[in-house]
């Protein structure tokens, strides 16, 4: 879903993006090759909403009776998923972050913070688990 304000979305070869999954873009979200994108996965670039209260309300209003606003400011950040990566059922995968090459994401994980190469994480925020050995890779 490319947001009224702007966006990219951008997806690789050979890739699998799972049911229920959401990509929400109002910057640009770059998905390599390979990649798999679990079941009732949210990729957000952005807020979604503003942080002021009486800016949220006026942009719900704009959306219920114009449609998406076409000039609005959420702190878009741009998301990059590297080739290989895999990405858990139900993780939310948050503005800014880069997910390295071979990187996976636990089910349910929400991703706050860059994933290196070959590193698993989980939790909430999510951390490296560990590192895949290079069997794995």
């Not at 799972?18 to 770059?30: K, L, P």
């Not at 006026?58 to 990566?85: M, W, Y």
Request: include cysteine; proline fraction near 4%.
């Amino acid at each position: 879903m490319i947001l009224g304000h702007g966006g990219r979305i951008t997806i690789g070869e050979w890739c699998y993006v799972g049911v229920g999954t959401r990509i929400w873009s109002g910057a640009s979200i770059e998905i390599g090759n390979r990649v798999l994108i679990s079941h009732s996965v949210n990729i957000f670039d952005n807020l979604s909403h503003p942080i002021r209260a009486a800016e949220r309300h006026e942009q719900a209003k704009q959306i219920f009776t114009l449609g998406h606003p076409r000039k609005l400011s959420l702190d878009d950040r741009p998301i990059k998923i590297c080739d290989d990566a895999w990405i858990g059922a139900c993780a939310m995968v948050m503005r800014g972050v880069t997910i390295g090459e071979g990187g996976i994401v636990a089910a349910g994980a929400v991703v706050t913070k860059d994933v290196p190469a070959y590193s698993i994480v989980a939790g909430n925020p999510a951390t490296i688990v560990r590192e895949l050995s290079p069997d794995e890779r």
